[in-house]
């Protein structure tokens, strides 16, 4: 059973940064390409970033691009999302999952394992 716990979510001030972690067990967690979503307050599930197994290729959504960064070290089992220059629409649950194919890593429907989540609040 694959079992994803994140952390470090909390209160950030607006163009501050924060890191996201994200630790794996139970699986072969370098087999697999990893991805961060993001639910904002009232709003539907969304794509934030994905990275391959090897950590050579990474993808993001449009509006983090150039601010955020996805990556992961395959020998502690962990993803992390650095995150820096922080809006307040950047506020939300956090999320990370694993893929077991590469089928669509820019939807949540290509995931097959989720974490719990983990609020990050931008304050203005």
């Known amino acids: 059973q694959v079992q994803l716990v994140e952390s470090g979510g909390g209160l950030v001030q607006a163009r501050g940064s924060h890191k996201l972690s994200c630790a794996a067990s139970?699986?072969?967690?370098?087999?697999?390409?990893m991805g961060w979503f993001r639910q904002p307050p009232g709003k539907e599930r969304e794509f934030v970033a994905s990275i391959t197994w090897s950590g050579s290729s990474a993808y993001y959504e449009d509006s983090v691009k150039g601010r955020f960064t996805i990556s992961r070290d395959n020998a502690k089992n962990t993803v992390y999302l650095q995150m820096n220059s922080l809006k307040p629409e950047d506020t939300a649950v956090y999320y990370c999952a694993q893929a077991l194919t590469n089928r669509d890593l820019g939807r949540s429907t290509g995931y097959d394992y989720w974490g719990q989540g983990t609020q990050v609040t931008v304050s203005s």
């Open positions: 139970g699986a072969t967690f370098i087999h697999y390409a």
